[in-house]
């Protein structure tokens, strides 16, 4: 059979099990969505952020791109930024990298072309940015902390966008999470928070949970 057709398959067998347990379940979702989170994570196909969280179809709004970046010109992350904030009115936005990122350790080392390496100048302002503490480090040690450093300078990013600033000013419960996801034992292990009382230019640097 060919490799696609399972994925058919399978969703037949989801659908089936979810009546099962609730014949209201799909029921439910038309009537629309009220997430309580925004995702902002890799694309990387190890992480799925609804499955490692265990969360259910309309639990979580989620933008992924290659290395989770941030860049307040990409009118597609912004789009999705400002929907979940706006309109959905989510009361936290997480931010997470994760264990051995391919766009990351491409950052660091190059080795790719084209598009990747073009979105990936936002990634290589973090190498730059922290160029001195990763020097520092024994080699085998620098790519995951970049990845720290990366969810670091893209959750303060993120803070200083419009939409954001507008939602902290206008009193909006709103929390920034950084986060990482180890996929040796799998688990997230939390880096740092935002919100509006957070004096940006004292946000410190995350301690290191991945190395
Ligand atoms: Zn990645």
């Known amino acids: 059979m060919r490799e696609y057709k399972h994925l058919l398959l399978a969703n037949k067998a989801w659908a089936a099990e979810r009546l099962e347990e ?10 629309g969505q009220q997430p309580e989170f925004l995702w902002i994570g890799c694309s990387d196909s190890r992480v799925a952020p609804d499955q490692l969280t ?23 992350l912004m789009s999705v930024v400002q929907f ?85 000013a206008a009193g909006q419960p709103l929390e920034l999470h950084g986060w990482v996801y180890d996929l040796r034992d799998g688990l997230l292990k939390p880096l740092m928070e935002i919100d509006a009382n957070t004096p940006l230019e004292a946000v410190t640097k995350p301690e290191k949970v991945l190395v």
């Open 84 to 168: 979940a904030v706006e309109v959905l009115k989510v009361g936290h936005i997480i931010v997470c990298g994760h264990y051995a990122c391919g766009g990351i350790q491409a950052a660091l080392e190059g080795g790719v072309d084209g598009h990747v390496h073009d979105w990936l100048a936002i990634a290589r302002n973090v190498v730059d940015n922290h160029r001195d503490e990763l020097d520092a480090l024994p080699e085998d040690q620098r790519a995951n902390r970049l990845v720290e450093l990366n969810v670091h300078d893209q959750l303060v990013q993120l803070a200083r966008t419009d939409v954001v600033q507008k939602a902290f």
């Open 22 to 31: 609730n014949p209201d379940y799909f029921t439910r979702q038309i009537v």
């Open 54 to 76: 265990n969360t259910e179809p309309g639990g979580m709004f989620i933008h992924r791109n290659i290395a989770n970046l941030v860049d307040p010109g990409d009118q597609n």
